[in-house]
């Protein structure tokens, strides 16, 4: 089943293609592939990698921000909840010397740190 980025991706390239007139063998003899290919990508069937689609915006005259317009991002599950957290927890220094610290306690006192911070958390 093809994921939903690589339909919007398709839809696009399809759409800019019909705007400019341009056939698929056309577009196909711009980026060196066969017709077939501008198919499926258009269909969402293949992906098209970063290369190609950059090939694929300069046949079209268009920046390669153009075919993903309109695309709602959605945080990955796992990201959810994780707002407050630094992108970079190595470069923060409160981060890294949190770590340290943690890492200092005996361990047994430290799993109970650990649980408690983990009750904590949900709570909040």
Same mark, same amino acid.
């Given at each position: ?5 690589? $339909?919007?991706?398709?839809?696009? +390239? ?11 063998? !056309? ?7 066969? &017709? ?9 069937? #293949?992906? $098209?990698?970063? /290369?190609?689609?950059?090939? +694929?915006? &300069?046949?079209?005259?268009? #920046? $390669?921000?153009? &075919? &993903? ?14 707002? #407050?957290i630094p992108a970079d927890l190595v ?7 949190? +770590?340290? /610290?943690?890492?200092? +306690?005996?361990? #047994?006192? !430290? ?6 911070? !983990? $009750?904590? /958390?949900d709570v909040a």
């Amino acid at each position: 089943m093809p994921h939903k980025v690589d $339909v919007h991706v398709g839809q696009r +390239i399809r759409q800019r293609r019909w705007l400019t007139g341009m056939t698929q063998q !056309r577009l196909a003899e711009l980026v060196g592939i066969k &017709f077939q290919q501008i198919q499926k990508y258009e269909t969402g069937a #293949n992906r $098209v990698s970063a /290369s190609r689609l950059w090939d +694929i915006a &300069f046949a079209l005259n268009v #920046n $390669v921000a153009h &075919f &993903f317009e309109g695309l709602e991002a959605e945080k990955p599950q796992a990201e959810k909840g994780l707002e #407050n957290i630094p992108a970079d927890l190595v470069g923060d220094k409160e981060a890294m010397d949190l +770590i340290r /610290s943690y890492y200092a +306690i005996p361990e #047994n006192q !430290r799993r109970r740190l650990f649980e408690l911070a !983990r $009750v904590l /958390s949900d709570v909040a």
